[in-house]
């Protein structure tokens, strides 16, 4: 990539988190949010440890509207790069 991605979607399954937070480095991710779509309670810590607190919004059981709320944030340009 040549920059940094404005969204990230985090949607492996529990067992592949580490393996998947290996591949998609901070640098990837800037200052984008990142959400994760994993179900449980246990895996927005390993998420928040790899890309900051204040850039993760896991989406998964009642965590959703709550992502909802933080995925609007500022946009560097009129396009938006997803990763």
Same mark, same amino acid.
């Given at each position: 990539?040549?920059?940094?991605? &404005?969204?990230?979607? *985090? =949607?492996?399954?529990?067992?592949?988190?580490?393996? +998947?937070?290996? #591949?998609?480095?901070?640098? $990837?991710?800037? &200052?984008?949010?990142? *959400? =994760?779509?994993?179900?449980?309670?246990?895996?927005? +810590?390993?998420? #928040?440890?790899?890309?900051? $607190?204040?850039?993760?919004?896991?989406?998964?059981?009642?965590?959703?509207?709550?992502?909802?709320? +933080?995925?609007?944030?500022?946009?560097?340009? $009129?396009?938006?790069?997803?990763?």
């Amino acid at each position: 990539m040549r920059e940094p991605a &404005d969204l990230c979607l *985090v =949607s492996v399954k529990h067992t592949a988190l580490d393996a +998947a937070l290996e #591949r998609i480095p901070p640098q $990837a991710v800037g &200052d984008g949010l990142v *959400v =994760s779509l994993l179900n449980g309670i246990e895996h927005p +810590a390993a998420v #928040r440890t790899c890309y900051g $607190a204040r850039q993760v919004a896991p989406a998964g059981g009642l965590g959703r509207q709550r992502a909802l709320r +933080a995925a609007r944030f500022p946009r560097r340009d $009129a396009s938006v790069t997803l990763l």
